[in-house]
């Protein structure tokens, strides 16, 4: 790392100002690209996390929606994109409900 932006890092006094110096300005490429990534990361984590809570295996949770297990692991691992439907449908079979919010 070069030396302007290990100062630039180390005079952060905020989150926003570490991921401005980081990964850019709110809406530059490199921003928008990290942005898309945290939120299927934290996606990953939330359906991995609600399987675990409904005392599912991945291939417990695939036969209950009518998919495969190898699709479950790849989700939960962020190695996938899913379908709103999908997504509806693995949240159902957790006994849970998704809501969206259009920002």
Known sequence: MDKSKENALMNCSSLDELLDVEFGKVGSETREEFDRETEAFCLAQTLKEERKRAGLTQEELA???????????????????????TLFRIFEGLGRRVSLTIL
């Open 63 to 85: 036969e209950k929606i009518g998919t495969k297990k190898t699709y479950i692991s790849r989700l939960e691992n962020g190695k996938a994109d899913i379908q709103l439907g």
